[in-house]
């Protein structure tokens, strides 16, 4: 079992960045692939950005073309821990933030939210315009 918690959401201008971050406990990352997904009222569950552990100090990462040149995602598998840094800010970035876990790589399906096992409870990212 993972458990996974997310802080670092708020309240920002448009333009303005926020970190997200996603601590892991209960069992390592390892090499599994973990991700961000965010969800605005009244719409599904989005896929932001992926991460795979690819051996080393080398990471794969893969970004949704609504948040690509704007977010970054990187992962410290020593401290168990993912970020999310996002820049440009835009009030459509709107939503509740989640951090994912998949128990195994996965560099195909990596967008979809159904192959994640874990799940953090959320956190919220508000943007004014």
């Known amino acids: 079992q993972v458990q996974l918690v997310e802080s670092g959401g708020g309240l920002v201008q448009a333009g303005g960045s926020l970190r997200l971050s996603c601590a892991a406990s209960?069992?390592?990352?390892?090499?599994?692939?973990t991700a961000w997904f965010r969800q605005a009222p009244g719409q599904e569950r989005d896929f932001v950005a992926a991460i795979t552990w690819t051996g080393g100090s080398t990471y794969y990462a893969e970004y949704a073309d609504s948040v690509k040149g704007r977010f970054t995602i990187s992962r410290d598998n020593a401290k168990n821990t993912m970020s999310l840094q996002m820049n440009q800010l835009k009030p459509e970035d709107t939503a509740v933030y989640y951090c994912?876990?998949?128990?195994?790589?996965?560099?195909?399906?990596?967008?979809?939210?159904?192959?994640?096992?874990?799940w953090g409870q959320g956190t919220q990212v508000a943007v004014s315009s």
């Open positions: 994912a876990a998949a128990g195994a790589v996965n560099l195909v399906q990596y967008f979809y939210a159904g192959i994640y096992a874990y």
């Open positions: 209960g069992r390592t990352f390892g090499r599994s692939t």
